[in-house]
C-alpha cells in the first residue's frame, strides 16, 4: 500500500510548511558552514598557530557555537597539533559541484566570463565578509557586497545582482559564472538567478584555478582598505565603495596596456563602434553601387527599345 507524502506528513505529526521550512534552514547553515573552511585557512596563513577557541572568537560563526565549532573544527583537520593535515574546502556529501568550463579557454571579449570570490576583512576583532565579481577580460568589478554574514543573501546574490546591473543592456545568455565551490554559489536562489539569464555556473577545485578574483581581493584589501582608519562595519562599506571606484577607474593593469578597467572598456566600445561604422559604410557603398549598376542597365535596355 502506498502512501503520498502529505498522509506521511499527518501520520507523523507534522506539517508540510514545517518539513520545507527545515528543509530551507538546514540549507542556510550549509551555505554558512560551507565557507568556513576557507576563512580558516586564509586566517592561518596569517597566525599559523592560531588555535580553535580563538579563531571562533575572530570569526563568531552566529550559526554555530563555540563547542560547536571546536568539533567542527576537529573533524575538518584544523587541529593545530597534526602536522600534517588535508584541508577539504566543501563538504562533498550534497554538494552541487559544476564542471570547470574555463580551463584552458581563451577568454577574448566582455561578458565572456565573470569570476566571484568572497573574502573577510577584520574590523576591532569582528569579521565581516566582502564578495567581487569581474569580468575577466577587463578586469572590472561589476558587482561587490559587504556583509556581517555568510547568507546567499548578503554576499553572492546581491552582489550577482549589482553586476546583473552593471550590464544591464547586455545579453548575458552563455555567459560563464566562474567561482570556488562555497556554498553562498550553488545555493537555490543563486542558481535561480543565473538560471534566469542563461548564466552558465562554473567551479574550480583549488583557489589558484580562480586567480583573477583572488588578486582582486589582495589588491583591494592590500592597497586600499589597509590604509584607511576603519572602525565599523559603515565605515568599511563606505571605504570599499570608494576602493571599488579608484581601482575600476584609475589603478592602471599591466595586462590592459597600463590602463584602468573602465578606460579598457571604454576603448573596446569605441573601436567597436568604428568597426561598425566602417563596416555600415562599406556597405552602404556597396548597396549604392549595385543600385547604380541596376539604374544603367536599365536605362541602356530603355534606350535599345525607344531605337
Not at 583591494?220 to 572602525?231: A, D, E, P, V, W
Request: charge should be positive; glycine fraction near 4%.
Amino acid at each position: 500500500m502506498s502512501m503520498s507524502l502529505n498522509q506521511l506528513y499527518r501520520v507523523i505529526g507534522i506539517s508540510k510548511q514545517a518539513v520545507h521550512k527545515m528543509l530551507n534552514l538546514n540549507q542556510k547553515r550549509k551555505d554558512e558552514s560551507e565557507q568556513l573552511n576557507r576563512f580558516i585557512e586564509e586566517i592561518r596563513k596569517d597566525h599559523p598557530t592560531m588555535g580553535m577557541r580563538d579563531l571562533y572568537f575572530k570569526i563568531k560563526p552566529e550559526f554555530m557555537g563555540r563547542d560547536q565549532f571546536e568539533s567542527y573544527c576537529k573533524k575538518s583537520g584544523f587541529m593545530i597539533e597534526k602536522k600534517k593535515r588535508h584541508c577539504v574546502t566543501t563538504d562533498s556529501s550534497g554538494v552541487i559541484r559544476f564542471p570547470d568550463f574555463i580551463k584552458e579557454l581563451n577568454i577574448v571579449r566582455l561578458n565572456q566570463v565573470w569570476q566571484s570570490d568572497i573574502t573577510y576583512y577584520e574590523v576591532n576583532g569582528k569579521f565581516y565578509y566582502i564578495t567581487f565579481i569581474i569580468d575577466s577580460y577587463s578586469r572590472r568589478i561589476l558587482g561587490y557586497s559587504v556583509s556581517c554574514r555568510l547568507l546567499t543573501s548578503q554576499t553572492t546574490l546581491p552582489a550577482l545582482n549589482m553586476a546583473i546591473k552593471t550590464r544591464c543592456n547586455s545579453d548575458l545568455k552563455g555567459l560563464i559564472f566562474h567561482s570556488d565551490g562555497g556554498g553562498q554559489y550553488y545555493a537555490q536562489e543563486f542558481l535561480k538567478k543565473t538560471k534566469a539569464f542563461g548564466i552558465i555556473n562554473s567551479m574550480c577545485k583549488n583557489a589558484y584555478e580562480n586567480g583573477k578574483a583572488e588578486r582582486v581581493n589582495g589588491v583591494i584589501k592590500n592597497n586600499y582598505l589597509r590604509h584607511k582608519q576603519i572602525n565599523s562595519f559603515e565605515k568599511l562599506v563606505k571605504e570599499v565603495d570608494h576602493a571599488v571606484s579608484m581601482y575600476n577607474y584609475e589603478k592602471p593593469h599591466i595586462k590592459l596596456k597600463r590602463k584602468s578597467p573602465i578606460q579598457f572598456e571604454n576603448n573596446l566600445l569605441s573601436l567597436n563602434r568604428k568597426k561598425t561604422a566602417k563596416m555600415t559604410k562599406l556597405f552602404d557603398a556597396k548597396i549604392n553601387k549595385t543600385l547604380l549598376l541596376a539604374n544603367i542597365k536599365s536605362s541602356e535596355k530603355q534606350g535599345k527599345k525607344t531605337a
